[in-house]
Nanobody, 116 residues
Framework: EVRLVESGGGLVQPGGSLRLSCAASGFAFASSAMKWVRQAPGKPLEWVSSSFHGIASNITTYADSVKGRFTISRDNAKSMLYLQMNSLKPDDTAVYYC???????RGQGTQVTVSS
């Protein structure tokens, strides 16, 4: 059974940082393409960042709205996916989910609130 559990969300002031974690189990994480998506209140799901296992190294991509501020990473030995979020803005407020590309499996999400 595919299981994804996100954690690390919280309340942070504008300009602050948070690190989200996603614990994966039930599938071959090391060879799986993964992504972070988010959903703000009243808005559709938005893609944030992806991590692909390339031939020689990991390939990462980012939405323009987070490029230069967020960093996706993974620890294949621990089956963990991370999202380091810096210079947070109020527009980053959302529930963040990690998602498996292959079947769209998603965790329960973790709330990130950016507010002063």
């Amino acid at each position: 059974e595919v299981r994804l559990v996100e954690s690390g969300g919280g309340l942070v002031q504008p300009g602050g940082s948070l690190r989200l974690s996603c614990a994966a189990s039930g599938f071959a994480f090391a060879s799986s393409a993964m992504k972070w998506v988010r959903q703000a209140p009243g808005k559709p799901l938005e893609w944030v960042s992806s991590s692909f296992h390339g031939i020689a190294s990991n390939i990462t991509t980012y939405a323009d709205s987070v490029k230069g501020r967020f960093t996706i990473s993974r620890d294949n030995a621990k089956s963990m996916l991370y999202l380091q979020m810096n210079s947070l803005k109020p527009d980053d407020t959302a529930v963040y989910y990690c998602e498996r590309f292959q079947d769209g499996s998603r965790g329960q999400g973790t709330q990130v609130t950016v507010s002063s």
